[in-house]
Each structure stands twice: as structure tokens, then as C-alpha cells.
């Protein structure tokens, strides 16, 4: 089971450290990805990281976002510096044993953790 968290209200420019926990299965044989809902849009790819730690930064959707693992924790992080209002979404979490960028691939998912970014 997977369960992000760390999201809340902001202001533009603000940070905010995503926690993506993991338990129940062996969590460095999975890549870990970030996507984002905002409200009447589908869901988003974000970002992931290998299990082995690997984060093609040409496929993240912004280099103010930085992902990283820690695998004696089971957890992966995201942390998204200087906000924008269009940052704004839910931001779920998900587990695949590819590597990969597209969400149907993924095998598990967290619940999600909204992200406000007030301007």
C-alpha cells in the first residue's frame, strides 16, 4: 500500500516536500512516479525515479521539482520549489515494475495529497 503525503496550502514561490511510503511488497524492484490532477483535466506525469535511484531529468515536467528515494525507509520524495498557482492538484503517487511514463502502467497507487498554491 502506498501513501503520499505532505501536501497543503501554499503561496506562490512557497516549497512543499511530497512523501510517497510504501510497505508490503520489495520496494527497490519498483519505479516510483508522481502524477497531478487538477480539477476537470486528467491525470498528469510528473516525475519518477528507479528503483535504483535513476531520474532522467529531461523527463521531469519542471526542474523545480526534484524527486529521490530512500529505500531503507521505503520512500520516495518530491520536493517542488517556487509554487505556482497552476501547480495546484492532487499529486498521487504510484508503483511499476517498468520504467516507464505513462500512469496505466502503473500497478499501485497511493490516495493522493492535494496541493493548493494560492497566488
Known amino acids: 500500500q502506498l501513501q503520499a503525503s505532505g501536501g497543503g496550502l501554499v503561496q506562490t514561490g512557497g516549497s512543499l516536500n511530497l512523501s510517497c511510503a510504501d510497505s508490503?511488497?520489495?520496494?527497490?524492484?519498483?519505479?516510483v512516479g508522481w502524477f497531478r490532477q487538477a480539477p476537470g483535466t486528467e491525470r498528469d506525469f510528473v516525475a519518477f525515479?528507479?528503483?535504483?535511484?535513476?531520474?532522467p531529468p529531461y523527463l521531469s515536467v519542471t526542474d523545480r521539482f526534484a524527486i529521490s528515494r530512500d529505500n531503507a525507509k521505503n520512500t520516495v520524495y518530491l520536493q517542488m520549489n517556487n509554487l505556482r498557482p497552476e501547480d495546484t492538484a492532487v499529486y498521487y503517487c504510484?508503483?511499476?515494475?517498468?520504467?516507464?511514463?505513462?500512469?496505466?502502467?502503473?500497478?499501485?497507487w497511493g490516495q493522493g495529497t492535494q496541493v493548493t498554491v494560492s497566488s
Open positions: 525515479i528507479t528503483g535504483s535511484g535513476r531520474t
Open positions: 504510484a508503483a511499476s515494475r517498468v520504467i516507464t511514463t505513462l500512469a496505466p502502467s502503473y500497478d499501485y
Open positions: 508490503g511488497r520489495t520496494f527497490s524492484n519498483y519505479t
